[in-house]
């Protein structure tokens, strides 16, 4: 048995047993990456699929104009359902877009994005579809957890708060996301995120907006693995800025201007200068402090349309 919201519900594999057949997608955009894209090949190949009538498929969409991804895949084929598409065009956007289409061409039910840096649950893709399933869900993600294989710094960890199966979210991120095809209509990911990223943010919220059914599924599980230089503070300081500011500038691309966001920023901004003398270095409170600073900072500017430049390629 497993639980669902509180409640005691069927196994995965019985509750989805008698369902009508289904085809999945599975969809990996990469760039460069041969190396973590063969490790999540490998998990990918040992996922369980024991829903008698699903069927599903690996599509790996290559960002590299050099082809990066084409001996990856190769290697792979003969182990698992795996092709390859190119896409030369640089940006993430393009990606995403191309894994849409051609899901749709290959007439699949839904489609599963995973990044090529993580890993997924042996389980995930079938707790994605029971959470799918029981709650008549177009958008479902899960929790994307780290993994460290060092000495991680305290100040690191993430204390994120405890959703129920089936509650509604009101973003999710392509790291771990099922889209039910049927539902998209004509929405495609926005090329104004191309390089910067956020385009998922904005993308789950245009859906949302639309009336989309988006939930969380909480044992849907995918990890990251994080190296020693992923825990530098500067490192982090810079992403948590990145991050705030363009989901930030995603979501009011969706909402319109929200004065909120900005108030919001602007006092995480002084709740962090008020309490930074307070905050010794190099402890973990001056460092939760600073990033709490950098928070507030990407939202503010995020509120009124301001982002900063960069790869999201070459930053993820």
Known sequence: MSEIDGARQPSIALRLADSRSLHVVIAVATYRRPEKLAVLLNYLERLELTRPALTTEILVVDNDDRCSAAPVVAAAES?????????????????????????????????????????????????????????????????VVNVFDFDAPSWLATNERTR??????????????????????????????????????EFTRRLIAGGANAVWSPRAVVYTPRIPAEAEFRRVARQ?????????????????????????????????????????????????????????????????????????????
């Open 79 to 143: 182990a698992m359902t795996v092709s390859l598409l190119s896409e030369p065009r640089r940006g993430v956007v393009h990606a995403r877009n191309a894994a849409l289409e051609a899901a749709i061409v290959r007439k699949a039910d839904y489609l599963a994005f995973i990044d090529d840096d993580d890993y997924p649950d042996s389980a995930w893709l079938l707790r994605l579809l029971d959470t799918a399933t029981t709650f008549a869900a177009d958008l479902v993600t899960g929790p």
């Open 240 to 316: 948590t800025y990145r991050g705030c500011n363009i989901g930030t500038v995603a979501r009011t691309k969706v909402e319109g201007g929200n004065v909120w966001l900005t108030v919001k920023g602007l006092l995480l901004m002084a709740w962090a200068l008020i309490t930074m003398p307070a905050a010794v270095w190099p402890t973990r409170s001056f460092h939760r402090t600073v990033l709490r600073f950098m928070s507030g900072a990407g939202i503010a500017r995020g509120a009124i349309g301001w982002s900063n430049p960069g790869s999201w390629w070459e930053d993820n």
């Open 164 to 201: 129920k199966g089936g509650e509604p979210v009101a973003e999710a991120y392509t790291c771990n996301l099922l889209i039910r095809l049927a539902a998209l209509g004509q929405t495609r990911f926005d090329e104004a995120f191309n390089v910067t990223g956020g385009e998922d943010v």
